[in-house]
């Protein structure tokens, strides 16, 4: 059990270009949620896939955000046509669902600075 | 809908002092599970202990223990004989429901003093 990994961990891009990240959850987890962290607040829920399944969305998530979780394993987060409040800590987490476990963990995070 | 307030955006210990951190919430769900994540200066996010709503027993996990009462919907955390690696911002969360999506309060930023 390696943990939730996230990659990259820092991406700065000007207003206006499109960027992807990438979240690689604990294997056997069949959950994976996106958050999105702003300075001094707690994290804001924005996504979650249940294996491959993209099952909500927040209203949070702007037709230029798009998820998703192919063959339910990694994910990927993009945004397109940035702007300057997409700035951001994105945050990945995991979880096996059902059989009692509900906790999440956490991956290190993508922190997102849009110039 | 759900959600979680922690009233005290800053608190300070002394090193080996206890300290108790306060979280109120409310959810229209029966079925639910409270949370104590901490997170320090840019580092992840770890879950720090749990209480199943269902369970009267408070949650311990070492020097960590959780005071849930139900009724009043409130969920403090203290941490006991503090020490200078507790350091860091405390969050309050709730989730629930079909999709158990984390609802976060807005945090508590923990000084310890030596």
């Known amino acids: 059990d390696t943990g939730v990994s996230q990659d990259p961990r820092h991406k700065i891009t000007k207003r206006g270009q499109n960027v992807t990240f990438r979240c690689d959850p604990i294997s056997e987890h069949n959950r994976l949620y996106w958050y999105r962290q702003t300075l001094g607040q707690g994290p804001e829920f924005l996504t979650y896939f249940q294996n491959e399944a993209q099952l909500e969305k927040s209203r949070l998530l702007s037709d230029r955000f798009s998820a998703e979780r192919p063959k339910g394993s990694f994910s990927t987060l993009e945004i397109q046509r940035t702007e300057q409040g997409d700035s951001a800590m994105y945050l990945c987490?995991?979880?096996?669902f059902g059989q009692g476990k509900y906790e999440q963990y956490f991956g290190p995070g993508t922190r997102l600075t849009v110039t | 809908a759900q959600t979680v307030t922690q009233s005290q955006p800053e608190m300070s210990v002394q090193e080996a002092e206890t300290v108790t951190l306060s979280c109120t919430y409310d959810t229209s769900e029966s079925d639910y599970y409270l949370f104590w994540y901490k997170q320090p200066p840019s580092r992840q996010m770890i879950l720090v202990i749990r209480?199943?709503?269902?369970?009267?027993q408070n949650a311990t996990e070492n020097r960590f223990s959780v005071n849930f009462q139900k009724a009043a919907k409130s969920f403090s955390l203290k941490i006991s004989d503090s020490q200078l690696g507790d350091a860091a911002m405390y969050f309050c969360a709730s989730c629930g429901g079909a999709t158990n999506k984390l609802i976060f309060g807005t945090g508590t930023l923990l000084a310890v003093q030596p």
């Open positions: 987490a995991s979880s096996h």
């Open positions: 209480q199943e709503a269902y369970k009267q």
